[in-house]
């Protein structure tokens, strides 16, 4: 509702700026229509803004931030061997040996 009066208001002044052949009217016309224009472009970015904002219920607070930064004690596990898979200690399921690509002889003509 600001938004409009506040568009009004700019055409209203532009209109005095240039329909009066007084000097005070003129100096009242660009005072209302700058600021009038100036505030509705802040009015329209007050509203894009808002629109694109979370809600202040959604927002985590002071506590819950402490314990997200905190960090989890985890206990660490026992040093010693890796465990070993059941598939790596049956020779059937060994992996093939690497064998190395077959390379190409160098062409003469280049």
Not at 25 to 34: A, R
Request: charged content about 10%.
């Amino acid at each position: 509702m600001v938004r409009w009066l506040l568009l009004a208001a700019t055409i209203l002044g532009f209109i005095f700026v240039f329909t009066t052949h007084s000097p005070m009217l003129l100096g009242i016309g660009l005072l209302l229509g700058i600021v009038g224009f100036i505030g509705f472009v802040f009015s329209l970015a007050a509203e894009r803004v808002s629109a694109n904002s979370r809600p202040e219920t959604s927002m985590a607070s002071p506590t819950d931030l402490a314990a997200m930064r905190k960090p989890a004690a985890r206990p660490l596990p026992a040093p010693g061997r890796p465990p070993v898979s059941p598939q790596a200690s049956s020779p059937a399921a060994a992996p093939a040996p690497a064998v190395a690509p077959p390379t190409r002889p160098p062409s003469a003509t280049r």
